[in-house]
Structure formats: C-alpha cells, structure tokens
C-alpha cells in the first residue's frame, strides 16, 4: 500500500511539472510572437525634457538659474509606442524638500507615464544646487548718460524718481549689487530730456548683476539741456522775390543747414531774435528748383561757429491739375476675316499731370484702345486700355467697359442638292402658285 502511495505522489509529480513546462514554453512562445510583431525598440529620445524645482523653502532661493535645465534621455519601448512618445510623457523634477542654505548634489527624477516606456539612461543624473537664503537691501539709483546733446549744448545733473529702490534675490548676488543704474541716450536734443527708464543692477565695477529683482523697475529721469554761455543757436531764413513760371508753384523754402550757432557777448546775443537772415535770392520765372550759396546777413561783434553761408534751396514744383478728354477707341488684334462694331463711338478719359504738360497734350499723346485679340465672333464686353505718356495719369475712364460684336466676313458656300437640268442643258424653274389667301407657296424643285 505505501508503495502504491509513493507511485502515486510520484506521477502527479510528473504531471505537475510536465504542466508547469507547458506554460512556461507557451508564455516563451508568445513573448517571442509579440516581440516578432511589436519588438522593444531603444533609441535616443530626440528632445530635452525640462527639469522642473520642488520643495524649495520659503526664504531661500537657488543661486543658479535652474529655469533652462533639461535632462536628455535614452529610452526602451515597443516600436508602436515610439511614433506617439511626446515631452507630456514625462516628468522630471529635483527634490530639494528638507535641503536649507547650502551646496547640494541633487538627483534627477524621471518618471514616464506609460509603463510600456522605461527611461535606460539619463543625462545629466544630479544637478548641483547651491541654496542661499534671500535677502533684500536697498540700493541709489544713478543716471548714466550714453550720448551728447547738440552742438554748444550741454546736459545738466539729472534729476531722478525714485532716488533709491530695494534689490531682493539670493545673499551673494545681492551683497554684489552697488546701485540701480539706468541709462539714457540724449540724441542730440536740445531741450531738456524726460524718460521712464528701466533699471539695471550694477556691481562696483558697474557690472550687471543677475538673479536679483529691482523694485520698482523703472524709475522717471529728467536731464536739463542747457546752451552754454556765449552762444545761441538761431534759424536760417531765405527771403525770396518774385513768381515762378506760368503752371508752377513754389513749394518749399529752405537752407542747409537750417539752423547755425552764433558766437558772442550774452548782451549782444539777447538783443537777436530767433534767426538770422540771407540776401534776396530771385525766382521770377523759375521753372525748376533755385539752389544757390548765401551768405548770412549778421549783426556787429556776432560771429557763427562754423560757416558764414548756407546752400539756400527753393522748390518749384508743376501745378498738378486734371483735364477730360474724348476719344474713338482704337481696335487692336482683331483676326482679318472678322469685323468688329463697337456700341459707344467715344470714350471720356480723365488725366491729370503738370498743367504745363497737361496744355500741350495730342491726340496721339492719349489714346484708348481694344485689344479684341483671341475673341470669335458674338457679343463682347471689353475693358478700354488708355496709352499715356511719361508723367500724365488716368483717373478715370468713362465707361469702364464697353460692348463690342464681332461678325465673320466670310460669305458662307451653298449647300444641298443642285436641280437636273433638260435636255435643253436649263434648269427648270417652277412657276409659284398663289394660296387663297393671296401669298405666294414654294414649290419644290423636282430632280
């Protein structure tokens, strides 16, 4: 009996296992079918994913700017699942919960959504974080100007609002920041100079300092713009006489350069107004611009930095008017076995131009033409092409469009069947019958 038990036991051993091999080779078989039809797939992953900051204490910040940090991967999945991996996949973060003041190697974490995606590699593994406790001090505000003002002009000591503001970021940077600097550019002015300007950090050997917050952020900057004592900078004025051309108009008065800067006693300097003045230039008749070099007309003991003449330039310009005109229109690319009639015989045009030009213009200096090129016989609708000269411009055209019917001018070849003549070699004609109504019937010919 026991040795019947001990077969027993013995066989469902066997059977046991025999099964326990028969799932094992089945689950062989079927990873080796899957990884046939959807096989794992390694490979780079082709962009960086950003590494985000956690548990951060309040009142500390990171000395570095960890913003711009991304971590690149190298990543195991099936081939499917590769064409839709994107960075919303992953997330990856630096863990700095529990870390004070201090320099820290902290690790990367990578967590993939999908299970099927397993990160295999990673760089960089750890960023070095250096935690500083953030204070903030209070810093001048200081202008520094980047130009000049005008010729014989200079620019006082700025005025500036705030006088000082508060800089807040990690201890070593702040402790870097000497003052709020904020730069303006005067480009030459003349009058006294007003901007909200943004402010920079500045170390002690002006320097700009990052990873800090200036506030406020802009600050109102006033620079007075000063003439400097003995000289005064005054307009140039051309005095003109006479008329242009008949048909043309004077259109600009100037000088170059249009201003100059005088030199003398403040007495003296008071007693001149605003400008100063050129002997008579003459424009009668003048049909294009006038250009000639002038000398200022200056008072005793003034004298000009610089030069005793101007380039005086005076424009003159045609008077711009508009006419109307009639014209027949003119056919153009019409096929010579077709004939074309046009339904208006004139078309208005209105030009404009120089009147000078506009009172000499031909007939042949503005004309309307159809292009019928490509068209078959039938009823057309054709837009009128005006030819103008060099200078003159069509404003309107009236009508915009005009009707043209093409015919052939081909006389067509008869067709149908000719009569038999008699033996006489004439064609029979037949003699027409009258209808009781009094008109006349065809008869029919017969062959």
Do not use: C
Not at 141 to 160: G, K, N, R, T
Not at 217 to 242: C, D, H, M, S, Y
Not at 270 to 284: D, K, S, Y
Not at 325 to 348: C, E, F, H, M, W
């Amino acid at each position: 009996m026991p040795s019947r038990v001990f077969k027993l036991n013995n066989r469902m051993r066997e059977n046991l296992s025999t099964m326990i091999m028969s799932v094992l080779l089945a689950l062989i078989v079927w990873f080796f079918a899957i990884d046939q039809e959807n096989p794992l797939i390694r490979q780079e992953f082709d962009q960086p994913v950003p590494v985000e900051v956690l548990g951060l204490a309040d009142g500390t910040q990171t000395l570095q700017d960890l913003t711009k940090r991304n971590v690149f991967l190298t990543l195991r999945a099936p081939q499917s699942t590769w064409q839709n991996i994107s960075l919303d996949d992953f997330s990856a973060y630096i863990d700095l919960s529990g870390r004070g003041p201090g320099s820290w190697e902290v690790p990367i974490i990578v967590e993939p959504v999908d299970i099927d995606v397993t990160v295999v590699d990673q760089q960089p593994r750890q960023l070095r974080v250096q935690i500083e406790e953030v204070i903030t001090k209070t810093v001048d505000v200081q202008v520094e100007i980047m130009d000049s003002p005008a010729f014989s002009y200079e620019a006082q000591s700025a005025i500036v609002e705030p006088a000082s503001v508060t800089v807040t970021g990690p201890r070593t940077q702040v402790d870097q920041v000497h003052s709020a600097v904020a730069e303006i550019f005067l480009r030459g002015a003349r009058s006294q100079v007003e901007r909200t300007q943004a402010l920079s950090p500045r170390s002690t050997q002006n320097l700009p300092v990052d990873r800090v917050n200036v506030t406020p952020q802009n600050a109102l900057v006033v620079v007075p713009i000063v003439q400097r004592p003995g000289r005064k900078e005054v307009a140039v004025v051309v005095t003109v006489e006479g008329q242009p051309a008949p048909g043309y108009r004077l259109t600009s008065i100037t000088s170059e350069p249009g201003t100059v800067i005088l030199r003398g006693s403040p007495e003296a300097l008071l007693e001149i107004g605003g400008f100063v003045e050129t002997p008579v230039l003459n424009i009668e008749n003048a049909t294009g611009d006038v250009r000639e070099r002038l000398p200022l007309i200056l008072p005793a003991n003034i004298s000009t930095m610089g030069e005793t003449s101007v380039n005086a330039v005076v424009s003159i310009s045609p008077i711009v008017s508009s006419i109307p005109l009639t014209r027949q229109p003119i056919i153009q690319g019409l096929n010579s076995n077709l004939r074309a009639t046009v339904s208006l015989s004139r078309i208005d045009v209105i030009v404009s131009g120089p009147l000078p030009r506009l009172n000499t213009i031909s007939p042949d200096d503005v004309r309307v033409t159809l292009d019928l090129s490509g068209l078959l016989p039938g009823s057309h609708v054709v837009a009128p092409t005006i030819v103008s000269p060099e200078g003159i411009v069509v404003d309107a055209i009236i009508p915009q469009a005009v009707e043209v019917t093409i015919e052939s001018t081909v006389t067509p070849e008869p067709t149908g069947t000719p009569a038999t003549p008699t033996p006489g070699g004439t064609i029979p004609v037949p003699t027409p019958t009258t209808t009781p109504e009094g008109s006349i019937r065809p008869q029919k010919v017969l062959g």
